[in-house]
């Protein structure tokens, strides 16, 4: 897996949606006949991709929220760095 | 988890059953096309009766108060419905992620905006093959495949996410290498490679339709060949081969165990744990009559191939029956006349012979396309009959 660049910008791919699924408690990400459950800490990130923040600010932004998280930076990135291999997110 | 309980006033805490998470809604049998694998029941022409569409929007609204977030638009061909935006149009706005599964026929660039506008999340084609001429003699239809491209075409450019689905059987699926090619070339997002089920039209037609275990080993070299190559470019484009269940030596898990999390509701409103169950020797309830959450918990018909004490041997002391549960219940119906026997795929089944059989019969050569049974009213009604 290639590691994301701090300065790359994440999008949901096109056709991708995340969402609040109250029944099932939990966010899923609902793509073409697929829903996958997310765990809390892959909806946080994912909540942040919006295509206007970059990896880097993302990063940022979960230190200051969870400033006890221990090598929060690490598993960002590598969450990152999968779901984009998965083709759920794209850089631009 | 799961905990519906707070969700429905009627509704007591169930810990054992999660809630349907997938919804087909199979809006009509109607459909311009005859393939001759169609998964709609044989009998499909007595079945005229459609629900309204209030009744289908209230029908989207329980199921997705219950939990279920997948939603698939199908048929039948689900485009000869006048109000199909309308139906998108209220899911949309439910929470639902929509997927309209379609054949392309009937299909213009003003429905496609239309359907946009309504908040359609994705669009999946369904071809016959990957040149004109197979493919119409299998739709039995001389315009479909044209029809088909120029739809695919308009589906991506208007933006949507889209995904090709080849039904593949022992006439097309040795030209797996150019299905591939033109479903890249019209920048599927995923591909389905479906080898028929054999369920349905497709049942009727098995003799006809099932691939030679060297058909389908070749098959599944092709593919792999693309998926690494996709990987290697790292193309988004995904490849999904689902391979028939008679080469193998257990059966699937069926829909992910019996009622539970998809469900099904026919044109005329009767609920299903899977789109092929209507055969069953089980009265299954129907929407005008009981409430979803009802149907969903409590209804016999649900919970009649729930858990495991409706199993015979060798499934009921069978170390592997909550990874399959026992196989498909329909095709242990087809094939034995009985639905609590284990599905004959399964090697344990004393009626796995039935299985063997009929991939001795794939070896021997095989009848035509010309000479399957195509699907359409006027053979339905005379299957009825006869
Ligand atoms: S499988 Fe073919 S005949 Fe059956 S509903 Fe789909 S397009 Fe129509
Ligand atoms: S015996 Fe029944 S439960 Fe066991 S593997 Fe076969 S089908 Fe599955």
Redesign the pocket.
């Known amino acids: 897996m290639n590691m994301p660049l701090s300065t790359s910008v994440p999008a949901l791919r096109p056709g991708y949606r995340m969402q609040w699924e109250p029944v099932q408690d939990c966010h899923v990400l609902l793509y073409p006949e697929g829903m996958v459950k997310l765990n809390d800490s892959a909806a946080e990130v994912l909540k942040r991709v919006d295509g206007q923040r970059s990896v880097g600010e993302i990063i940022a932004e979960l230190q200051t929220c969870f400033p006890s998280a221990a090598e929060l930076d690490a598993d960002v990135l590598a969450f990152i760095g999968d779901a984009h291999e998965q083709h759920w997110i794209r850089f631009r | 988890m799961n905990n519906t309980g707070s969700v429905f006033a009627d509704s007591r805490p169930r810990p054992e059953q999660g809630p349907p998470l997938w919804l087909l809604a199979e809006l009509t049998?109607r459909?311009?096309?005859?393939?001759p694998?169609?998964?709609?029941p044989l009998e499909f022409a007595e079945h005229k009766q459609e629900l309204s569409t209030a009744q289908w929007i209230d029908v989207l609204s329980q199921a997705r108060a219950l939990g279920a977030a997948q939603l698939g638009f199908?048929?039948?061909?689900p485009l000869v419905r006048d109000d199909l935006a309308e139906l998108i149009g209220a899911a949309r706005e439910m929470g639902y992620y929509t997927n309209l599964i379609t054949?392309g026929?009937g299909l213009n660039q003003a429905r496609i905006e239309q359907f946009l506008e309504a908040g359609l999340d994705h669009i999946q084609i369904?071809f016959?093959a990957s040149d004109g001429e197979v493919n119409n003699m299998l739709?039995?239809s001389r315009k479909a495949f044209e029809q088909k491209l120029a739809m695919a075409r308009a589906v991506k450019a208007a933006g949507y996410p889209m995904v090709l689905n080849f039904?593949t059987h022992r006439h097309n699926i040795d030209q797996i290498d150019r299905i591939i090619e033109l479903c890249l070339a019209l920048e599927a997002d995923f591909v389905e490679l479906a080898t028929c089920q054999y369920y349905g039209?497709a049942h009727l037609n098995r003799a006809g339709l099932l691939p030679t275990r060297a058909q389908l080993e070749h098959a599944e070299a092709v593919t792999n060949r693309y998926r690494a190559q996709l990987a290697e470019q790292g193309h988004p484009c995904k490849l999904i081969l689902v391979t028939p269940d008679y080469y193998e030596e257990r059966p699937k898990g069926c829909m992910n165990g019996w009622g539970n999390i998809f469900l099904t509701i026919t044109p005329d409103g009767t609920a299903l744990p899977c789109h092929s169950a209507r055969q069953l020797p089980v009265t299954f309830p129907r929407v005008s009559e009981y409430s979803l959450a009802h149907i969903w918990y409590d209804s016999f018909g649900f919970n009649r191939y729930r858990d495991d004490d409706w199993m015979q041997e060798p499934c009921r002391s069978c170390p592997e029956k909550h990874q399959d549960f026992g196989g498909c219940r329909c095709q242990a119906y087809m094939l034995t006349g009985d639905a609590t026997q284990a599905d004959p795929v399964c090697s344990k089944s004393p009626h796995h012979g039935l299985i063997l059989t009929a991939r001795a019969e794939a070896e021997q050569p095989q009848p035509g396309i010309e000479e399957l049974t195509f699907?359409n009213e006027r053979t339905s009604r005379i299957i009825c009959k006869g």
């Not at chain 2, 694998?37 to 709609?40: D, F, H, I, L």
């Not at chain 2, 199908?74 to 061909?77: N, Q």
């Open positions: 049998y459909c311009p096309l005859q393939c694998y169609c998964s709609n199908s048929g039948g061909e054949s026929m369904s016959q739709a039995g039904v039209w699907r």
